[in-house]
T-cell receptor, first 112, second 109 residues
Framework: DTEVTQTPKHLVMGMTNKKSLKCEQHMGHRAMYWYKQKAKKPPELMFVYSYEKLSINESVPSRFSPECPNSSLLNLHLHALQPEDSALYLC???????????FGPGTRLTVL | SQQGEEDPQALSIQEGENATMNCSYKTSINNLQWYRQNSGRGLVHLILIRSNEREKHSGRLRVTLDTSKKSSSLLITASRAADTASYFCATDNTDKLIFGTGTRLQVFP
């Protein structure tokens, strides 16, 4: 199985809501990533879990918090988001950091 | 910013023509990768070229790397309408990839 799955595909939320994005892979990869992508821009790395160690892009606001329950799952918890957080959120995994990355289809998030 | 620059930003060609995209980056690298993204979807890995390689082929794709100029190019030969997508180069930086600004390719039937 060479697939990375993401749920939900679309999410609309208000600024006071709490929601979570989910990502799963069954390729035995030890590195998983969250990216944020705005229209016509490249993906921007938010978080990396590599061998159970979290690395954070320091520019990511605290209203985003990642969680890695096990080596196959990666969640992104959302709280008190702003309209400018509306974007495509992509999850990816790789055997090791900087190897070929496998991307999920993304979650299209709209914050009202 | 460590982000790579891609050139051109947008490219429109007819089916059967070749498409060339260029990527310039700023720091030393271990490898450089190219990805394709169809509109609003996830990225798909195309090819990885290591810093000690100068050229690599995969099907209709040809990638070159010039580390002295900190640049790479992606050539798609005999393009098809299905090649319409955005193409990103990505360079490694310690434990993460830095994506370039991307080239939007449109192939007309």
């Amino acid at each position: 199985d060479t697939e990375v799955t993401q749920t939900p595909k679309h999410l609309v939320m208000g600024m006071t809501n709490k929601k979570s994005l989910k990502c799963e892979q069954h390729m035995g990869h030890r590195a998983m990533y969250w990216y944020k992508q705005k229209a016509k821009k490249p993906p921007e790395l938010m978080f990396v879990y590599s061998y159970e160690k979290l690395s954070i892009n320091e520019s990511v606001p605290s209203r985003f918090s990642p969680e890695c329950p096990n080596s196959s799952l990666l969640n992104l918890h959302l709280h008190a988001l702003q309209p400018e957080d509306s974007a495509l959120y992509l999850c990816a995994s790789s055997q090791r950091a900087v190897n070929e990355q496998f991307f999920g289809p993304g979650t299209r998030l709209t914050v009202l | 910013s460590q982000q790579g620059e891609e050139d051109p930003q947008a490219l429109s060609i007819q089916e059967g023509e070749n498409a060339t995209m260029n990527c310039s980056y700023k720091t030393s690298i271990n490898n450089l990768q190219w990805y394709r993204q169809n509109s609003g979807r996830g990225l798909v890995h195309l090819i990885l070229i290591r810093s000690n390689e100068r050229e690599k082929h995969s099907g209709r794709l040809r990638v070159t790397l010039d580390t002295s100029k900190k640049s790479s190019s992606l050539l798609i030969t005999a393009s098809r309408a299905a090649d319409t997508a955005s193409y990103f180069c990505a360079t490694d930086n310690t434990d993460k990839l830095i994506f370039g600004t991307g080239t939007r390719l449109q192939v007309f039937p």
